[in-house]
């Protein structure tokens, strides 16, 4: 039953004329081409001819859904619910018209669920790798208060923001890291194959070989003899990493700790994480979500093991009766602007608006420091570039040089 839900219906393309005579053509989707034509005459088309698509060349790939597919999801709901589509057709057409065939099928399988009769929140979470806890409490306390559509629209506007930031840093990250990649590789590429060249010129010449060239000769003699040793270890550092950073709380404790102290890097992720910090909170406060509960679901959103552990010492601060502003000063984490925009929203009443204003100046406080960051950056490994492959360069050519002085 829940197969034949999930099967959607063929598309046939279309040719025909309207009442003035005029030729139109267009796509439906149906069972087979006679319910088609009779759709068209009661739309006042003269059907000429209906065909179904061909698969063979074009098939849906079925990709990973990724934060982003989520986040626009949210929005595509929230934006058909504000125009009083109901939640079971939302879903329909938002689930069908979607090019991404997995993202289709969590989709009508929430929707086949909805039908069934049970509520958002708890389809949601049986989907816990693609909505975490935060997303279903917001959407639960939407259910409860009736205010769905409202909560929708945070929510979509709290995940857009938080890809966005987190876009943003990966962006910055991911250009150094490619460049110095394909530096290993080229560095590689020329020890294992070009420097040989050289060596073999070198030993016709019967001189003794410069300091320099001769450690970079050494080198390519071991990278010849060893190179899969090197990259083994690589790889296997790489591996190692990945793994320590899914299943030891310890090390990402480390990692994270590490990452906060690197210079220029580390006020980046401070920022971030302040900004994850703020954002979430006021979502959840605006979403009527008791204070306690949000800071326990605002732990797991920081992006930051050092921060999330922080943010569970404010809860249980706050739990037996202190202030957010005095939980959040003791940690020593929070910048002192923070602390006061707190300490106005608390007297004031109106935390989830100091708390978005927050949110607000440190995404753009990370912006404007990735943008930084990308302008040292780059002359910066330009240069780390030209000293690795031009010294490796300079140290083949120095034999012949001193042999063309010597002459």
């Known amino acids: 039953m829940a197969e034949k839900a999930l099967k959607q219906p063929d598309l046939f393309i279309w040719t025909g004329t309207d009442k003035r005579g005029v030729k139109i053509k267009g796509q439906t989707r149906g069972s087979n081409p006679s319910l088609i034509k009779a759709d068209l005459r009661k739309q006042g088309i003269k059907p000429i001819t209906v065909r179904k698509q061909s698969t063979l060349f074009k098939k849906t790939e079925k990709k ?43 989709l009508l399988r929430i929707k086949g669920d909805v039908e069934s009769g049970t509520s958002l929140s708890e389809s949601l979470a049986k989907h816990p790798y693609h909505f975490d806890a935060l997303v279903i409490s917001l959407v639960n306390a939407g259910e409860q208060a009736g205010v769905l559509e409202s909560l929708l629209n945070n929510i979509a506007t709290y995940k857009e923001k938080t890809e966005a930031l987190k876009s943003k840093i990966k962006k910055a990250l991911f250009y150094p890291a490619a460049v110095i990649v394909v530096a290993i590789i080229v560095t590689a590429i020329l020890l294992i194959f070009v420097v040989p060249q050289f060596e073999e010129l070198f030993n016709n010449f019967g001189a003794d070989l410069p300091a320099f060239t001769r450690v970079v000769v050494n080198l390519s003699e071991f990278m010849q003899q060893y ?8 790889i296997g550092m790489g591996i190692s990493f990945i793994e320590g950073k899914k299943r030891s709380r310890k090390f990402c404790r480390f990692l994270d700790r590490t990452i906060l102290k690197i210079p220029i890097v580390g006020p980046i992720m401070h920022k971030a994480a302040v900004a994850r910090y703020a954002r979430t909170l006021a979502t959840m406060f605006n979403a009527g979500v008791p204070l306690v509960e949000a800071l326990e679901s605002v732990a797991g959103a920081t992006g930051n093991v050092v921060y999330s552990d922080a943010v569970l010492l404010i809860r249980d601060s706050v739990a037996t009766g202190q202030q957010l502003q005095f939980a959040m000063a003791q940690t020593g984490l929070f910048p002192n602007m923070v602390e ?25 406080e990370v912006d404007d420091a990735v943008d930084a960051l990308s302008s040292l950056l780059e002359p910066l490994i330009m240069s780390i570039l030209g000293i690795l492959i031009g010294g490796l360069v300079v140290a083949m050519y120095l034999p012949i040089f001193k042999m063309g002085a010597a002459i």
Do not use: C
């Open 227 to 234: 190179w899969w040793l090197v990259f083994g270890f690589l």
């Open 64 to 106: 990973k859904i990724i934060p982003k597919d989520i986040a626009v999801f949210f929005r595509q709901l929230a934006t058909m619910m504000g125009a009083g589509v109901p939640l079971v057709q939302s879903f329909e057409i938002i689930g069908r018209g979607h090019d991404n065939a997995g993202m289709r099928e969590l």
């Open 340 to 364: 006061q925009m707190v300490a106005i929203g608390e007297e004031s009443g109106s935390l989830d608006a100091m708390l978005s204003k927050v949110a607000d100046f440190y995404e753009q």
